[in-house]
């Protein structure tokens, strides 16, 4: 159908200059500066397009043209698709190391001891992941480094868990801490402990 429209001319420049700039700006996450540059050739490959569509419309030649056209379109949204999962790997590859090499601790004296250190980032994960570890435990939850806390909560929503509002008031607090403009604090650290009290306690009762 878009080859059609292409082909046809039906389909306006500024709307796939458009299309393909949206897919530019369109990221969820941090760019780096290859990112960066890469968004401004994807820019660049749209103004190119939109030169060649009207182009199209009064050539002969217009139907090779208009396969070259969705070639590049298609081979620049697969590589875009590539660069964010591999960005996406990039970010959990610390979390994943982390995680490994903190194992062998209990999460929450990990916390302890790190934010007697002034580690308070670091002590919000471990917080984070000992109360990922206790649902593990007493809800079944299937952790999942790729899964975000807003994940966990609404599989404990859609079970009708009665952690699910404990879990979520800690975890919107996590991420305050975690991912918040002002940074993680000794105040936030203790917000957290008392968030996850209640997390802790159904699991010790159980």
């Known amino acids: 159908m878009l080859l059609a429209q292409l082909v046809a001319g039906q389909l306006p420049a500024p709307?796939?200059?458009d299309t393909v700039a949206s897919i530019a700006r369109g990221i969820d996450y941090r760019r780096s500066l290859r990112q960066s540059l890469l968004d401004r050739f994807f820019l660049w490959i749209g103004e190119l397009i939109a030169h060649l569509v009207r182009f199209l419309r009064?050539?002969?030649v217009s139907r090779p043209l208009g396969y070259t056209v969705i070639a590049l379109i298609v081979v620049g949204v697969l590589?875009?698709?590539l660069i964010a999962a591999?960005?996406?790997?990039d970010a959990r590859g610390p979390l994943r190391r982390r995680s490994r090499a903190g194992g062998a601790e209990d999460p929450f004296v990990m916390a302890e001891r790190l934010a007697g250190e002034g580690r308070f980032e670091e002590a919000a994960h471990a917080l984070y992941r000992g109360v990922l570890l206790t649902l593990a435990r007493q809800e079944r939850l299937r952790l999942d480094?790729?899964?975000?806390?807003?994940?966990?909560?609404r599989e404990l929503?859609?079970?009708g868990s009665a952690s699910y509002q404990p879990f979520r008031a800690f975890g919107r607090r996590f991420d305050v801490a975690v991912f918040g403009h002002g940074g993680c604090d000794a105040r936030l650290i203790d917000?957290?402990?008392?968030?996850?009290?209640p997390l802790t306690?159904?699991?010790r009762a159980a």
């Open 79 to 81: 590589a875009r698709l």
């Open 145 to 153: 480094p790729s899964k975000t806390s807003g994940d966990y909560a």
């Open 86 to 89: 591999q960005a996406r790997d």
């Open 191 to 197: 917000d957290l402990r008392v968030l996850a009290q």
């Open 201 to 203: 306690a159904r699991a």
């Open 58 to 60: 009064e050539s002969p």
């Open 15 to 17: 709307a796939i200059h």
């Open 157 to 159: 929503r859609a079970r």
